[in-house]
Every structure is written in structure tokens, then in C-alpha cells.
């Protein structure tokens, strides 16, 4: 099956110079997670029609910027295409290498948009939910907003169920929260609109909600109706119900989930692993040097993704200079992970004097982005300890 035969293509775009604010009401009345960025005029580095970058509400809701006052250039991320005429297949492989829930189809123009639930349209799965499903986070209807947003952030995720009781009684979803940020909006009830944790919360001139105090606003008065299903629940149904659901929460003893990628990983066809690409080693360098750089940056990879989600990292090397016979290098290490993006950048000569040879520079740069690594989640898991240490003082009230 081609894109062009499940895309949707009444495609809901933006400018670049658009505010936020404005965007987000499209989002919400169109029910969409995702605007593809169009250049609305010509200059030197694009051309009126262009694909910029895509919107996305994840993005939307984990920044704290003034929504009234933020281009949507300030927050667009760059995105891949898809032709029309491109396989399906294609379409799920750059879906799940890129992470997103959909990509802009363009030819000579913007001519639709595939996401994760068009393509359940093609899909044929065997077999019952719990071969798919995962275990889930999950918060509780007393929990914030604030933590919700901590797990959308470091576990890229973009919807948390709600649990009470042993089971199921929601699911807070980036779109749900995105609502919150509409200008005007002042006052946030339970499901229904008169909930529990009725709450007053800070505006600015603009009409703006200031993030901070959303953060604080009970999950309770953000819950979405869940659909959920038992283990034994064939793929056949829980593929149709994806088809117009963002998820679909399974209660086994466990709790899982299950979301068209969820689907789509379990079925695309096996590729072979990429642990990190070297841009810049010429092809006469010496063959044990490469080796060991090889040696080095696989190493660090294997053991850094026992805690962390990782992607492929990029390695790029740079001869600077010649000293005589001696080549000077810079190492810059890129590594996007499931809690956000690592840099590092070091070299070596006059200012890093001990750093006297390439393979000296580039373990000191694994060994800055493990440390930078490391960091990270321990503040995750700081944050942690604090939730689970406020609810259970809350409960003990």
C-alpha cells in the first residue's frame, strides 16, 4: 500500500511568524498533535511553500514560554518527508527512526500528512494485547500536573494514565493539557467541568497561563476517558480501536499500554542496529586508531543504554592543524536520548594541552557526556523521590 492511499490530506498548516497561542487553538478544535511549519514567502533560504519544521503539541506543552508572545518559529523542530508515492513501509521505518507520530507528505508541495493512526488503517495484527502491550507510568488523580509533564519530558512521552484504586480511571494526554494554555483560560473543574481541585490559576496581561501554575493543578482536572481492554483482547480489535485512540490501557496484574508505535515496532521489518555513525576519519587513518575509536564509542554506548533510551550518536572528527608531523583534532559527540539531546565538544593543542593525542580527546568527551548523563538522571530520580514523598505525606494527612 502507497502513503497516498491512507494519508490525510486535508493538511491543517501554519507560518512560521504565527504566535503560538493562535496555533494552539487549531490544535485543540482540529484534534491534531502536530502542524507542518510553511514558509508563507520566498527569501534566500527557502522557498513560499516550503516545509520548515513541524509544530508539535509535546514541544507546546513542555516549554514554559508566554504562548501569546512565541512565534511558532521559536518552538518548531525540524522534520523528514515522505512522497506520496512512497510505500508504507517506508513511512513506518521514518516514523519510528525519527520518533514523531506523523510526517508531512510533500511532492511539488504540501500534499497531506501521515501519522501513526492512518497507518493502523493498513495494518494486520495477530496474536492478543499482551504481546504488545508495555508496562506503563502512571500517576494518581492526586497527583500535579507538574509531574505528568517531568514524565512526558524524560521519557518522551506523550500520554500518562491515571490509576485509583488498582485500576484504570484515565489517561492525561499532551493535547488535554495543551488546552490549558488557551488564552482566557482562567479556571480548571474535575471531568464534567465542576470537579475537585477547582483551581484559580495566574494569568499575565496577554491572557497567558503561566506555567508554573499549571504545574501545581491536579491531574484529576485534566482525565480523559480510557479505553481499556483485558489480555486476552485480540490485536484485530485493539488495532481498530487505535485507529481513533490515542491508546489503549490493558489491566493484567500489571498495568500496560499500548500505542499505534507500539504496534508499528512489533511489526516493522528488522533492520540492522546503528549504535553511532563517525563523520571525518579519512580513509587512509590508521586502521588500529580506528579500531580503538570504535572500540571506545561502542563501549560507551552499550553500557550508557542500560539506563537511558538512546539513538544513534553521531561522532564527528576534525584535523585542525599540523604541528610539524603532529595533527591536532576536535571531537563533537551527539547523542539524542529519551531525556533530551547530550553535546560535547573538546579538542586538543594550545588550550587542552593534556589532551595530547585523538584517542586521549575523544575518551575525555565519552567521559563528559556519561557524566553529563549521569547527572540527569539522578535529578530524575531526586524528582522522583520527592513525588513519592509528598504523596505518601498526603496520604498520611
Partial sequence: MLVKDIMTKNVITCGPDEMVSKIIAKMVDCDVHQIPVIADKDDRNHKKGEILGMLSVNTVVI????VSNTKVSTLMKSTPKISSNDSTDRAIDIILDANVRAIPVYDRGIVGIVSEQDIM??????????????????????????????????????RVPVIE????????????????????????????????????????GQGYVEAVSLNKIPVANFIEKPVVVGPDTSM??????????DEVLVENGVYGIITPKDVLRKLAKPKKSILFQIVGLDEDEDNEMVAKIQ??????????SKNIEVQPMKVHIKKIKKLGVKTNYSVNLELPTSAGLFVCNKSHGK?????????????????DLERQIRRKLEEFRRTDRAYISAARARRGK
Fill in 351 to 367: 588550550k587542552d594541552k593534556s589532551y595530547d593525542d585523538l584517542i586521549t580527546v575523544l575518551q575525555h568527551s565519552v567521559d
Fill in 165 to 204: 484504586n488498582g485500576h484504570f480511571t484515565g489517561v492525561v494526554g499532551t493535547l488535554s493539557l495543551l488546552k490549558a494554555l488557551q488564552p482566557g483560560k482562567q479556571k480548571y473543574g474535575g471531568r464534567g467541568g465542576g470537579g475537585k481541585g477547582h483551581a484559580e490559576v495566574a494569568r499575565t
Fill in 121 to 158: 488503517k493498513s495494518v494486520e495484527a495477530g496474536g492478543r494485547a499482551t504481546e504488545f502491550m508495555k508496562e506503563c507510568e502512571y500517576v494518581g488523580e492526586d497527583d500535579n500536573i507538574g509531574k505528568v509533564k517531568d514524565m512526558i519530558l524524560r521519557k518522551n512521552i506523550s
Fill in 295 to 304: 572500540t571506545i564509542v561502542s563501549t560507551f554506548i552499550k553500557s550508557i
Fill in 236 to 245: 484485530r480489535r485493539v488495532v481498530e480501536l487505535l485507529k481513533k485512540n
Fill in 63 to 66: 516549554k514554559e514560554v508566554d
